[in-house]
């Protein structure tokens, strides 16, 4: 258990659907992440926000809308996406965002399924 | 834009065996280089390296880091078949204000321990 809990832990959604995933850390930790993890391809920074406020953004397409309503919860809001968009998204979160505050913390993540 | 190379990308041994995994890597302003071990789906922390030449321990993991050289490396000696996993590498850069850029993570080494 690392302290951080992602729901749902599977996902299947068809292409006109809208669901959210979201992300709970108890680590008293300021800074929050999504990443997208896909086979065969590295670990890919989607969104970082630290204290609530978004502070990196990395190209992600608008389909994808991160929500951060306090420094415990994370959002990621998903309509219209496309079978491409299939993966792995893990949350993790850290205490600060550089140094040995940014060792962070990954959730166990949502395996999505877009049809 | 940095990169992180790891190799190699899968790995067959038998129990017992000690593993040498590789992680090069190009930041254009480096901070740290972490390591962490995917079981099943979570990331877990193993590892953060700042300087070069001091070797971190734990249990019967090691890791070094090489500055000049731009490479780590990840030791596991006696291994059992827990130590199944993908281990994933990343560096943290910093921005020309001094900001953090994030973690860029590789590809990841699939390590499999045969009994």
């Known amino acids: 258990e690392t302290g951080v809990t992602q729901t749902p832990r599977h996902l299947v959604m068809g292409m006109t659907n809208k669901k959210s995933l979201k992300c709970e850390q108890h680590?008293?930790?300021?800074?929050m992440y999504w990443y997208k993890q896909s086979a065969k391809k590295p670990l890919e920074l989607m969104f970082v926000?630290?204290?609530?406020?978004?502070?990196e953004n990395n190209s992600v397409p608008s389909r994808f809308s991160p929500e951060c309503p306090n420094s415990s919860h994370l959002f990621l809001h998903l309509h219209t996406l496309q079978p491409e968009d299939s993966a792995l998204y893990l949350c993790a979160s850290s205490q600060g965002t550089s140094g040995a505050k940014n060792i962070q913390y990954f959730g166990a993540g949502t395996r999505l399924s877009v049809l | 834009e940095d990169k992180v190379v790891q190799s190699p990308l899968s790995l067959v041994v038998h129990e017992g065996d000690t593993v040498t995994l590789n992680c090069s890597y190009e930041?254009?302003?480096?901070?740290?280089l972490l390591w962490y071990k995917q079981e099943k789906k979570a990331p877990t922390f193993l590892f953060m390296l700042?300087?070069?030449?001091i070797e971190k321990k734990s249990g019967r993991l090691s890791s070094i880091l090489d500055k000049k050289e731009l490479f780590s490396i990840l030791n596991i000696t006696a291994t059992q078949t827990g130590d199944s996993a993908i281990y994933l590498c990343a560096v943290e850069g910093f921005n020309s204000g001094g900001g953090a850029d994030g973690l860029t993570f590789g590809k990841g080494t699939h390590l499999i321990i045969q009994p």
């Open positions: 700042t300087s070069s030449g």
């Open positions: 680590l008293g930790h300021n800074a």
């Open positions: 926000y630290n204290f609530k406020e978004q502070t």
């Open positions: 930041v254009t302003n480096f901070r740290s």
